[in-house]
């Protein structure tokens, strides 16, 4: 259950104890049972079959990439693939976590 979204021990512990907590919240309240909700869980998409960053947004073949140059990268990809230009919902969500993936490796 840790996520990679924070980057100290506190807050990943602060987020695991706040799930345990909502999980229980479900049970208590009588709104599903644990069962339901983990069924729920694995109807979500796997996180191994996203594709790296750097492969979205085009930059694998970059030796170093800098902010500046993702930002470049995710309008030019962005005009593409955005619902409105041809694109799809899921392409564009693709790019927007690929951008934030890419802005949270570069801003350490």
Do not use: C, K
């Not at 960053?53 to 902010?67: D, G």
């Amino acid at each position: 259950m840790p996520r990679d979204t924070y980057n100290r021990v506190a807050d990943n512990i602060a987020a695991i104890a706040a799930h345990i907590e909502a999980t229980r919240a479900i049970t208590r309240y009588g709104v599903a049972s644990v069962a339901e909700m983990f069924a729920g869980f694995l109807a979500l998409p796997s996180p191994e079959h996203e594709r790296p960053w750097r492969e979205i947004l085009e930059l694998h073949r970059e030796p170093h990439v800098s902010l500046a140059m993702v930002e470049e990268h995710y309008r030019r990809l962005a005009r593409e693939r955005h619902p409105d230009q041809g694109g799809s919902d899921a392409m564009m969500a693709e790019l927007n976590r690929a951008r934030m993936a890419a802005r949270a490796e570069l801003q350490q």
